[in-house]
């Protein structure tokens, strides 16, 4: 694999997995792997960003990933600006690009992006000069996520090369499923994607995973088991005959985790649905590295804003 030795990324946004290569990718988590430490430091932040601003526009609801940006973005010393669409002007009819226009008038460097619409950061990042993150559109990608999973993955392992990843539950409506298949394959990983016939893509065969319609021969050996809910929110119907069905038949229990490699690890982008797709025992397990995706999120978002602002110069020392 070859690894470019850059020190930021030569483009303006990071909309997609799909556009970054092998050495981005890693570029991303080596940096994030020296910002963890401001997370451990008595004062933390650094002055990155000092005088640059961020707006955190979420169209659609989320936990994790706004306040992970936003704790990034304040520990990177930036000015930070949250929107989303039931406090602002969009209830009243505002297009997207009528609202980035406006917000583009207050001079921001940064627009952070989740939106319902696949596509919808992507046109933006074409439309304004600041630099666009998506943070998840529709069911098209969540390059963050994908980044994040694979920090704990590499942080846990060494390296992804050779993993055996396992992405289990609603493939069909999910982004997250979609961006960790491009960058598990550029990364030399191997991933199985598990779901009844109902909740697989119609594209499947284009990503270049395998996949089974069973939870446990795509278990054999596996050293990483991401479980997915099921997004009824993304459905007009339900594609399976009922939750107690679901969690008899694709449901992560502690009994089904046996059946994975020794080592293995459980990871969930959330929010989880106990019971349904994960059993409370295998979500608080000793397996569970659930919560330290959440950790590292911060800092895999604080390497992307801190090389898309150019990378190095101040971001060592203290503020
Ligand atoms: N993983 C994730 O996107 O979670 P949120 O919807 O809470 O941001």
Do not use: C, W
């Not at 993150?133 to 390296?159: C, V, Y």
């Amino acid at each position: 694999m070859v690894v470019e030795s850059a020190t930021a990324l030569a483009r303006k946004d990071v909309v997609g997995i799909s556009q970054l290569d092998a050495g981005e990718i890693q570029l991303i988590l080596d940096t994030a792997e020296e910002l963890l430490d401001v997370a451990k430091r008595p004062i933390k932040k650094v002055p990155t960003l000092r005088g640059s601003t961020v707006v955190n526009l979420f169209m659609e609801p989320s936990t994790r990933t706004r306040f992970s940006f936003e704790v990034a973005e304040k520990r990177l010393s930036a000015d930070t600006l949250n929107f989303s669409a039931s406090g602002s002007s969009v209830s009243k009819g505002e297009t997207l690009f009528d609202t980035a226009q406006n917000l583009m008038a207050m001079a921001p460097d940064f627009i952070v992006i989740r939106h319902p619409n696949s596509g919808a950061p992507h046109r933006l990042a074409q439309e304004v000069p600041a630099s666009i993150i998506n943070a998840g559109d529709g069911i098209n990608e969540h390059p963050t996520q994908a980044l994040l999973d694979a920090f704990t993955m590499r942080q846990h392992f060494g390296s992804l090369e050779g993993l055996k990843v396992v992405v289990a539950g609603d493939i069909r409506h999910s982004r997250v499923a979609r961006s960790n298949a491009f960058l598990l394959d550029k990364m030399g990983a191997e991933v199985r994607f598990v779901a009844p016939a109902s909740l697989l893509p119609l594209e499947v065969e284009e990503l270049g995973v395998s996949t089974f319609l069973r939870l446990e021969p795509a278990l054999e050996d596996a050293d990483v088991v991401m479980m997915l809910r099921i997004q009824l929110e993304r459905q007009k119907r339900v594609n399976f005959p009922s939750m107690r069905e679901y969690f008899d038949f694709f449901a992560l229990t502690p009994e089904r985790l046996k059946l994975a490699a020794d080592r293995a690890v459980v990871l969930h982008p959330g929010p989880m649905n106990r019971g349904v797709e994960i059993d409370s025992l295998v979500a608080d397990g000793s397996q569970s590295l659930i919560l330290e995706q959440v950790t590292n999120g911060v800092a895999v978002r604080m390497a992307i804003l801190y090389l898309l602002a150019g990378g190095p110069s101040e971001a060592a020392s203290d503020s």
